[in-house]
């Protein structure tokens, strides 16, 4: 029998899509359990991402993009300038440290030699 504890009051409701739901269903039976059992142990093991947060970082990842895509156009309309191989090599610092801060693919590491 449960231990004497005191009676849930609180309820707590939440809207879904059928997929949604479904696929909660399947993983709470797949181990062997409600769906609400599950909601209620597992419950506060879940990662929340800060969506106002996410969406600051996204607005200035675009205002750095179009900021690079403007040394791009200066450095290539400028090539023979010793500035632009200047601002090339600066680019690619700038990209190799982005790729290293957001986890992205590490194929572009190498500078050209000077």
Sequence with gaps: MAQNRPHRERIIKIRVFDDQYLFLKAKAQAAGMTLTE??????????????TDWRQRTFQLAKIGTNLNQLAHWANTHK????????????????????SEYGLDQEATDEPAS
Excluded: F, K, P, Y
Aim: hydrophobic share 50%.
């Design 38 to 51: 599950m909601l209620r142990d597992h419950g506060d093991q879940l990662t929340v991402v800060n969506r």
């Design 80 to 99: 023979s300038a010793i500035e632009a191989h200047q601002v090339v090599l600066a680019l690619l610092r700038l990209e190799r440290a982005m790729r």
